[in-house]
């Protein structure tokens, strides 16, 4: 009969809870490295542009990408086909003003209908 306690996977280990003063400063350890991460992303991605054509390429079994995007100049479109010579180029469009809204209700009204989204964090 073997008297050795059973042994737990890593996983499964139980972490102690963190202070709010270790999260804080573990959240600002990691912001640093991943702006440092996407920097320096930034700067070889800038590399790779000026070094391989716009397409796809195979780099050592890697498949890369390189795009390039564009979109139609609407200031050319607007000087050279004005909306009164040519309204079939246009769209109307309806939304609500809500600069006009909060005019005509009371803050408290307004209140009553938020949608409320995610929230986030911001540490400075």
Do not use: C
Request: glycine share 4%; net charge negative.
């Amino acid at each position: 009969m073997s008297s050795t306690a059973p042994i737990t996977p890593i996983n499964q280990v139980k972490q102690r809870q963190q202070t709010t003063e270790e999260l804080v400063a573990h959240r600002a350890s990691l912001k640093a490295d991943a702006e440092h991460i996407a920097e320096r992303i930034a700067q070889i991605d800038a590399q790779l542009v000026e070094r391989l054509a716009v397409g796809t390429h195979d780099i050592d079994g890697t498949k890369v990408q390189v795009r390039e995007y564009s979109r139609l100049d609407t200031d050319w479109v607007a000087a050279e086909y004005p909306q009164a010579d040519y309204p079939q180029l246009y769209k109307t469009t309806t939304g609500v003003d809500l600069a006009a809204v909060k005019k005509q209700f009371a803050p408290a009204v307004l209140e009553e209908h938020q949608v409320r989204g995610a929230k986030s964090v911001v540490v400075k």
